[in-house]
Nanobody
Framework: QVQLVETGGGLVQAGGSLRLSCAAS????????MAWYRQAPGKQRELVAA???????NYADSVKGRFTISRDNAKNTVYLQMNSLKPEDTAVYYC?????????WGQGTQVTVSS
């Protein structure tokens, strides 16, 4: 059984910053790509950023230059540093990881950006 637990969400004013963390636990043999997705009310879930085991990253155009994804392989943890937050970044943010060649999801953490 593998579990992903996100922390770090909350309420922040526009222009502020938040850092999300997602820790994987359980019977883990390998972790490939780790990623962050988000889903705003009434919208489809979308990829925000992803990072491969070797460190290669990709970002949604809407967050490039503002968000940074990173990972600590020793801790089985992925991070999302979010700067210059905008009201349109408001969403539930979900962690996703390719663990033991299967996809796992976290429960989500709410990020609310006030104008």
């Amino acid at each position: 059984q593998v579990q992903l637990v996100e922390t770090g969400g909350g309420l922040v004013q526009a222009g502020g910053s938040l850092r999300l963390s997602c820790a994987a636990s359980g019977s883990i043999f390998s972790i490939n790509t780790m990623a962050w997705y988000r889903q705003a009310p009434g919208k489809q879930r979308e990829l925000v950023a992803a990072i491969r085991s070797g460190g290669r990253t990709n970002y949604a155009d809407s967050v490039k230059g503002r968000f940074t994804i990173s990972r600590d392989n020793a801790k089985n943890t992925v991070y999302l540093q979010m700067n210059s937050l905008k009201p349109e970044d408001t969403a539930v943010y979900y962690c996703n990881a390719d663990i033991n060649r299967g996809l796992s999801w976290g429960q989500g953490t709410q990020v609310t950006v006030s104008s």
